[in-house]
């Protein structure tokens, strides 16, 4: 049988922590906001990355009340015509400001693709890769 623990006060420090260095204890590093993913080779910078509240030019006005939908999120201009048959699944929003990248939002706030000047066939493939194959009601 073990002995009962002892409180923080009348223990001894311990050794010095081998190994990396913790990351400080910021209210980024607390919430989990500063965590990124891994972006597969080739990606655009902002992949992987948390997308910052952006301004909208419609209704709703900003990236986050978009995102309660719980649906992914399509920023950009004109690409509601590409994503029309995942609109059950995607919702699809324009920039306010001269927002360069076109970006496909995670649900949970993270770029999932993103893309400088995509054509239609780029944007339906990333569609495709995140939402799935499009079924014959087109939702």
């Not at 419609?58 to 309660?68: G, I, K, S, V």
């Not at 995509?118 to 995140?130: H, I, K, N, S």
């Amino acid at each position: 049988m073990s002995p009962p623990p002892r409180d923080a006060e009348s223990c001894p420090p311990g050794p010095p922590p081998s190994g990396p260095a913790l990351p400080a204890r910021t209210p980024h590093g607390i919430s989990g906001i500063g965590i990124t993913y891994r972006a597969p080779r080739g990606s655009h910078p902002l992949v992987g990355r948390r997308v910052p509240d952006l301004r909208l030019a419609d209704t709703p006005a900003r990236l986050y009340e978009a995102l309660r939908e719980g649906k992914f999120v399509l920023v950009g201009r004109d690409v509601a015509a590409a994503a029309v048959s995942w609109a059950g699944r995607v919702v699809t929003v324009s920039p306010a400001t001269s927002l360069r990248p076109t970006l496909l939002v995670r649900p949970d706030g993270y770029a999932a693709w993103a893309a400088e000047d995509p054509g239609p066939d780029e944007v339906c493939q990333a569609l495709t890769q995140w939402l799935g194959p499009v079924d014959r009601q087109g939702a």
